[in-house]
């Protein structure tokens, strides 16, 4: 069980990325995904999860920027950043929760520039 995170680069502020992660195994449409973040210096927290069922939640600081959606057709997870901050700044990380397990990919660098 692999999860392979992707689409991070440096970003001026105001714009957009699109993170995508791709799994492998046969677990993926059952489990509910998510994607964290860590600062330098902070605790990773959490900015976007998504249930086997579609429910979608986030926190206040990312809600109406971003969008969390997958694809059980093609075991990839998405996230879409839109009206990026500076302080969106961090390596993002995919995970997965399923019965006991708790999967983390390896985790992308967002970088928004001011």
């Known amino acids: 069980v692999q999860l392979q995170a992707s689409g991070g680069g440096l970003v001026q502020a105001g714009g957009s990325l699109r993170l995508s992660c791709a799994a492998s195994?046969?677990?993926?449409?059952?489990?509910?995904m998510g994607w964290y973040r860590q600062a330098p210096g902070k605790q990773r927290e959490l900015v976007a999860e998504?249930?086997?069922?579609?429910?979608?939640n986030y926190p206040d600081s990312v809600k109406g920027r971003f969008t969390i959606s997958r694809d059980n057709a093609k075991n990839t997870m998405y996230l879409q950043m839109n009206s990026l901050k500076p302080e969106d700044t961090a390596v993002y990380y995919c995970?997965?929760?399923?019965?006991?397990?708790?999967?983390w990919g390896q985790g992308t660098q967002v970088t928004v520039s001011s």
């Open positions: 998504i249930t086997t069922g579609g429910s979608t």
């Open positions: 195994g046969s677990f993926f449409s059952i489990a509910n």
């Open positions: 995970n997965a929760r399923y019965f006991s397990a708790n999967r």
